[in-house]
Nanobody
Framework: QVRLVESGGGLVQPGGSLRLSCEASRYIVSFAVMRWYRQAPEKAREFVASISSGGSTNYADSVKGRFTISKDNAKNTVYLQMNSLKSDDTAVYYC????????WGQGTQVTVSS
């Protein structure tokens, strides 16, 4: 069993920045693929970014150049740095790993509004 706990969400103005964190309860970040997804109201959950065990990254086209995924293996934590935020980025952000039973966190709300 793996527990993923997200934090760092909140209310930010357009153009602002936030950094989300996802801490895993077991030592998996160093060898498992880790992903961020998001779900806006009345929309399907969508892929945002991923990072491999070796540090290779992938991003959705909508966030390329604005968001950066990274990880700290020693802290068993994955991060999502979000810059130049737009109202369209408003969503609940979820951490995920396909390792084992495909675990999900509980989500953290990000609201971009003036």
């Amino acid at each position: 069993q793996v527990r993923l706990v997200e934090s760092g969400g909140g209310l930010v103005q357009p153009g602002g920045s936030l950094r989300l964190s996802c801490e895993a309860s077991r030592y998996i970040v160093s060898f498992a693929v880790m992903r961020w997804y998001r779900q806006a109201p009345e929309k399907a959950r969508e892929f945002v970014a991923s990072i491999s065990s070796g540090g290779s990254t992938n991003y959705a086209d909508s966030v390329k150049g604005r968001f950066t995924i990274s990880k700290d293996n020693a802290k068993n934590t994955v991060y999502l740095q979000m810059n130049s935020l737009k109202s369209d980025d408003t969503a609940v952000y979820y951490c995920n790993t396909p390792y084992g039973d495909n675990y999900w966190g509980q989500g953290t709300q990000v609201t971009v509004s003036s």
